[in-house]
Each structure stands twice: as structure tokens, then as C-alpha cells.
């Protein structure tokens, strides 16, 4: 398959300023060595508890962090060394929808000139090519045009994720990172945007970045998924793969958070977590996971585990399955 994506040994690391006089700036280190493609037209689910880092990577891939050090290549270019012409043409490429559809839309603006506003920056098409396109886009989410005159505290969450939606699609993206684009949601309004999203990507083979803290979630929407444990991949496969025959113990902690529809079916020997997600500003030694991990070896607490293959397709940071 055609790989759109490529990140490679990627660190975003932000440094806080100390209150103490002498004292060292502490380092939060959110994004922590990661490597990973994205396949044209495929949807690649991002789940972690939060705090993990998801964020701060979709953020970090569209150049809205800096990055610390590693690659991002969109085609084969890496995004960090384009000059200013070559990134804003790039911006037409790859567009974002974010998680709180009220606060990334401009409250004194109409929803019309929100969503004329991509085009008009990129100098695309009349001022009646553009209304033309507004109408289109909104149709095409789910919203009826006549309403393109209304502020967005005039819309309900579901309909102000759906213009956020609309906002993305004006420049017509090949790639589309969704950060947590459903978690402010009712549960009822999940589904229709998720179906909505699903149906967008059928018709126009977009290419997404799903990312969320509810597994359930990127399940449904997935075909592959990545699980990331405070700036680490721990574990990635295609969905069927990773649904079945999980091996690190924060994916099946995770899984096994599900709620049960049959008491009787539950696993009694279900992962729970104990405790928060450590500091990312001081992080365990050894493995992340061990100081929560019930199956936690003494060679966890001193070595980080590599990202091993253990089927095609297929890899885990574990000591458990080295």
C-alpha cells in the first residue's frame, strides 16, 4: 500500500519554566520516540487514557507543535523543512478537526464566513464559487444551508462538530486528523457523526488520524489501531487483529474496561488499573506501565522493552511476549 504518512523517531518535548531560583526548567516529555506509517485511505485509531500524548502528536504531525526531534514525511517531504509557500499549499492537504466544537469556532463570526474563510486564504474560486461550495459542504454534513447566516452558540454540540467537519472538507484534504472530534458528544450524537465521518471517507477515500481515549470508540471506526501509554506506542495492529489477540496488558486493561452486555460472559479475570497515569515529566524507570502492570517483572522496572514484531502486522513493547 501507498504510504501517505511517515513518522519516524518522533520527540515533542515541552520545557517549564521553574518558580525556584537555580533550580533546572523541568521537561515534559509528551510525544516520546514514536515510528509509524499511515496508508493512503486507511483510518488509523490512536487510544490512550489521557494524558498519554494523542494530542500533542496529531498536533505535532500538522506543524501545530514544534517537534524535538525525528521525521514527518506527507508523501515523501518532510513538513518541518518546507518554507512558507511549500506549508501553506501543504495546509490544503491536511486539515484537522478538534475536539470542542465551540471554543475552534470563532464565536463573532457566522458560520457562513467560517466556512468561506479556508478558501478565501488559499484564494480558491469567486466569492459565488465559494457560497457554492459552503452550500455543498453543508449538505453533504448533514446541515441545511438556509442556516449558514447563524453563530455557532445558535447550534446544538452535534451540528457545531458537524460545521467543524464542514470547515475541514472546504479545501477538499487527502488526510484528516480527528482529535477526540466525539468525546464532547452524547453518546446518540457519537454515532451519527462517527457514521457521517465513515460515509465521508467511502465516498471520498479521505485518509484520517482517529483519535480518542475511548476504545470502544476507535474500534468502531478504525482499521487499524495504535495504543499509546504516556508518549509510547505500546501496541499496534490491524482492528481485527488487535480485537482478538491482544498481548500488552494495557490493551487488555483497556478492553476489558468495555462495559459487559452479559454478566455472565465477563472475564473474572479482567485487567483493572490502579492509580493515574505517571508524570510524563518524570516517568517510571524501566517499562511506563510496570508500576500499574499486574504481571510486572523485575526486568520491567529496569528496561524500556523495544517494539517487536510478534506477527505480521503486529508488534508490542512487552517483556512479557519477548
Not at 68 to 97: A, C
Not at 154 to 165: A, L, P, T, V
Request: aromatic residues 8%; proline residues 6%; glycine residues 6%.
Amino acid at each position: 500500500m501507498e504510504k501517505l504518512l511517515e513518522v519516524k523517531n518522533l520527540k515533542t518535548y515541552f520545557t517549564l519554566k521553574s518558580d525556584r531560583i537555580g533550580s533546572r526548567p523541568e521537561v515534559v516529555k509528551a510525544v516520546n520516540d514514536l515510528s509509524f506509517d499511515v496508508n493512503k485511505g486507511e483510518i488509523l485509531g490512536i487510544v490512550g487514557e489521557s494524558g498519554c500524548g494523542k494530542s500533542t502528536l496529531g498536533k505535532t504531525i500538522l506543524k501545530l507543535n514544534h517537534k524535538t526531534e525525528g521525521e514527518i514525511l506527507f508523501k515523501g517531504s518532510e513538513i518541518f523543512d518546507l518554507n512558507d509557500k511549500d506549508l501553506k499549499d501543504l495546509r490544503r492537504k491536511m486539515q484537522m478537526v478538534f475536539q470542542d466544537p465551540f471554543s475552534s469556532l470563532n464565536p463573532r463570526k457566522k458560520v457562513g464566513s467560517l466556512l468561506a474563510q479556508p478558501m478565501q486564504i488559499h484564494k480558491l474560486g469567486t466569492k459565488e464559487e465559494i457560497d457554492a461550495k459552503i452550500d455543498e459542504i453543508m449538505k453533504e454534513v448533514g446541515i441545511n444551508p438556509v442556516y449558514k447566516g447563524r453563530f455557532p452558540h445558535q447550534f446544538s454540540g452535534g451540528q457545531r462538530q458537524r460545521i467543524g467537519i464542514a470547515r475541514a472538507l472546504m479545501l477538499n484534504p487527502e488526510f484528516i486528523i480527528c482529535d477526540e472530534a466525539v468525546s464532547a458528544l452524547d453518546v446518540s450524537i457519537q454515532a451519527q457523526v462517527l457514521n457521517l465521518l465513515l460515509d465521508l471517507h467511502d465516498k471520498y477515500k479521505f485518509t484520517y488520524i482517529f483519535i480518542a481515549h475511548d476504545l470502544a470508540v476507535v474500534e468502531f471506526i478504525s482499521t487499524r489501531i495504535l495504543v499509546m501509554y504516556l508518549g509510547k506506542i505500546v501496541e499496534t495492529a490491524e482492528k481485527k487483529e488487535l480485537v482478538g489477540n491482544h498481548f500488552h496488558p494495557y490493551t487488555k486493561a483497556l478492553f476489558d474496561a468495555f462495559p459487559a452486555t452479559d454478566p455472565k460472559g465477563r472475564d473474572e479475570r479482567a485487567t483493572v488499573l490502579m492509580g493515574d497515569v505517571p508524570s510524563p515529566i518524570n516517568p517510571p524507570s524501566g517499562c511506563y506501565f510496570h508500576p500499574r502492570c499486574p504481571r510486572a517483572m523485575d526486568k520491567c522496572k529496569l528496561e524500556y522493552p523495544p517494539l517487536k514484531e510478534v506477527s505480521p502486522g503486529h508488534k508490542v513493547a512487552c517483556w512479557l511476549h519477548e
